[in-house]
């Protein structure tokens, strides 16, 4: 029953209890009935007056209990959508993505085991941003910088490359430098391969080089022992720059010497030796 409809009976039961005290009246005024029927059908008016009092109320007070009944209905939906909302994350938590495009490396989980938060599943390897790692020799990182030109070999191939970073920590004598080539990595490269690389620090044409030994040490870049026949002649040069296996020759030396590149201090600083 509608708001309306109590209304409307509680206005035709005031009225009906009015007729009826009304009734009552007139019959106990000619002596057919008696005061307390009289006071009971006044007091059956005054509850069908206070009937018809509450169902006004309630008509007027019935669009706030609707808005409210609409809110309530609201904040249901919303908190319904809110549960939907973290199902759908705690699903979309069972697919693995990775912020690169590459290719698996390792499985580190068996299918279907059972793992603890954060436990790593995979390796990922994006074969588009590999480097190499390379070691280089304290003494020539201070001439290393980003940007220098390399050569990266390897199955008889070799590929343009350029220095990307050089480690600030010199760790057994070492300094650690990155190689990216210079354009798209070839193809067949796997991660933890074993390469070649070569650092161009300077370039200098039509120079005298020889091989680099302890030899350089031994006469502290300044004296190499020529070999003629079986004797070691010690002769005074000039060196100029170096790099992991070869060295520069300034002077001293003339193109088509044979000289002593191992260590030569059992030699004694002695102008001839003679070779067996």
Known sequence: MSVQEAVDRAEVDRKTAAREVERSRKAYEQGAYSELQVLRNEDALEKAEFALSRAKEDLLMEPEQIRFDVESKKLARDRQQLLVGD????????????????????????????????TPLLTVVDLSRLELEIKVPESFARDLAPGMPAQISGAGRQWPGELSAVSPEVVAGQ????????????????????????????????????????????GAGRVAYVIRGDIAERTPIEVGATSLNRVEILSGLVAGDRIVISGTDDFKSATQVVLH
């Open 87 to 118: 199902l759908a994350r705690q699903v979309g938590q069972l697919s693995l993505k990775v912020p690169v495009a590459g290719q698996i490396g390792q499985l580190l989980i068996a299918e279907r085991a059972s793992v603890a938060r954060d």
């Open 175 to 218: 300094v650690s430098a990155r190689v990216r080539f210079s354009g798209a990595p070839p193809e067949g490269l796997r991660q933890n391969q074993r390469l070649s690389a070569r650092v161009l620090l300077d370039e200098r044409r039509d120079v005298l080089t020889v091989q680099r030994g302890p030899f350089l040490d031994s």
